[in-house]
């Protein structure tokens, strides 16, 4: 039985309790950081949650393996849960045992103290008398094979074969964007591909057992390892003790600098703790230049370029939602469909007006978001937007829909990004260092910000645009997050008229100041 584990405020346990049973996902956290594995066995407490659009990645991963499972008819799901160690084993082997079932689903294995439950195991076909041979298939929502899979297919077979299963194949099994949907019924072999990584998966088995020695011997410790937070932080995963480990860091922590993580580390090595710290003569970009004078800057050519905007200025954002499976003839996973917008549009009396479209039925949105914008915009003025998002979208409907060719090629003409005048022409401390709206909404305009909304971040927009269309039933709810969409969206908008305001007073006081400095 383990030890009652008692946890003091400073990553230590007391005593030191039996090994804690690892999984696959477990494992990975291990490989990524040992003190992110130590917390989340011991203190899963200091995590921080996954937020909307994490949560919407996670559900979307369910949701495929969910699909893939149709790709093998006739395969039988482990129906004891992920709780339910013991039962689900014991399932599984009955299972494997059974040759009518040509593939076994959610299957859970146990060896070297690890319990893994296995996406997909497909029967290989074998001739009479010989023993049952099986490919291991892992299930991704992503669109290619990326090293941390490999490495968790490494931990599943090592832990399947562990188990006394003999591995034909080990697979990963992921999303086709060159899948064209056409309507009718999806054609799930052509949504997924499925790709043989048994080599370079055996080679990184070989090296699991040694992984899993030192994890071990880890976790037994009576306290978290001495790890510094950095790059490892943020790949393959955004670790979820990032607050946790960077909650007494001074607010010019050297690794809030900008840019190439490369420089930082570099800083780091030469004993570099803080921004200011920063020797002079060090090699820096422009814009980790300006993090580190920490001082607020205008250019002498904002005003103009400000000035050079023509009325009625357009304030334009526009909303996407990009499906893992296809719903709409003639688009492909994971297509940016635009789905709403917000315009807010300011006179010359300095009147402004605001339209906005948002498309809440579950058909083709595309042709009605054009329909809709064409309309608001007109023919004259500025539009104004923040990165170059929303070019790319009226392009690509230029090119899907011909009758509206022309006229989107005229309004992606009079498109005026305000990110890039922001990044060269003007900086507050208090963006340190991003340039996201977010950051900079805040820093200028300080009486508008997110913080009111239910919705914050274009991820939870999406992810709340797919739950209100697809999944919600409750014609309350789906109203409620129709209500929030736009006041999102909306938000974006006038986020721009303010910035756009208040950035062009304060280049008319430089020049005021400069006038009487006779400069």
Request: aromatic content about 8%; hydrophobic content about 40%; charged content about 25%.
């Amino acid at each position: 039985m383990d030890r009652k584990l008692i946890v003091d405020s400073q990553d230590r346990l007391s005593p030191v309790a039996a090994a804690p049973r690892l999984s696959k996902s477990k494992f990975l956290s291990g490989l990524q950081c040992h003190k992110r594995l130590y917390l989340e066995i011991h203190q899963p407490a200091l995590a921080t949650p996954p937020d909307a659009s994490m949560q919407a990645i996670l559900d979307m991963g369910t949701e495929i393996g969910v699909l893939a499972q149709q790709c093998f008819p006739g395969g039988v799901l482990v129906k004891a849960g992920f709780r339910q160690r013991e039962a689900a084993v014991a399932e599984t082997i009955a299972l494997l045992q059974d040759p009518t079932v040509p593939a076994v689903f959610e299957g859970a294995f146990e060896h070297d103290g690890v319990l893994v439950r296995v996406d997909i195991l497909e029967r290989v076909q074998t001739g009479l008398g010989e023993s049952s041979s099986w490919r291991l298939i892992e299930v991704k929502s992503s669109t290619r094979v990326k090293d941390v899979h490999l490495d968790d297919l490494s931990i599943q077979s090592a832990v399947v074969h562990g188990a006394g299963v003999n591995l034909d194949a080990t697979c990963l099994m992921h999303i086709n964007t060159g899948y064209r949907y056409d309507g009718g019924v999806v054609d799930l072999q052509a949504l997924f591909s499925v790709e043989h990584v048994s080599e370079a998966v055996a080679s990184r088995r070989t090296l699991v057992s040694e992984r899993l020695a030192a994890m071990k011997a880890m976790l037994s410790g009576a306290q978290a390892p001495l790890i510094e937070p950095d790059q490892h932080c943020h790949s393959p995963y955004e670790c979820p003790f990032w607050a946790h480990c960077t909650k007494d860091k001074p607010p010019r922590w050297i690794y809030h600098l900008p840019g190439k993580k490369e420089m930082v580390s570099q800083l780091v090595r030469q004993g570099v703790t803080t921004i200011d710290e920063i020797p002079e003569g060090a090699r820096l970009s422009d814009a980790q230049q300006k993090v580190k004078h920490n001082v607020e800057w205008v250019s002498s050519e904002l005003g103009s370029l400000l000035r050079s905007l023509r009325y009625p200025i357009h304030h334009l954002d526009a909303e996407t939602v990009m499906l893992a499976v296809p719903r709409f003839p003639s688009t492909r996973p994971y297509q940016a469909l635009p789905v709403q917008w917000s315009n807010h549009i300011e006179l010359e009396s300095g009147e402004v007006m605001h339209q906005e479209f948002l498309h809440t039925e579950a058909s083709e949105p595309r042709r009605r978001w054009a329909e809709a914008l064409i309309e608001s915009v007109g023919d004259s003025g500025s539009i104004l937007v923040y990165s170059a998002y929303e070019a790319g979208l009226i392009r690509q409907l230029a090119d899907t829909f011909p009758e509206f060719k022309s006229a989107l090629r005229e309004i992606e003409k009079r498109l005026w990004d305000l990110l890039p005048v922001i990044k060269d022409h003007y900086y507050h401390p208090a963006f340190n260092g991003s340039y996201s709206i977010k950051s900079v909404l805040p820093a200028v305009v300080p009486s508008l910000g997110y913080s009111d909304l239910a919705i914050q971040e274009g991820g939870h927009a999406a992810a709340e645009y797919y739950r209100m269309v697809f999944v919600e039933t409750d014609w309350v709810e789906r109203e409620t997050i129709r209500e929030a969409l736009l006041r999102y969206c909306a938000r974006d908008t006038l986020a721009m008229v303010e910035l756009r305001r208040v950035l062009k007073g304060k280049a008319e006081r430089q020049g005021e100041e400069k006038v009487m400095r006779g400069t």
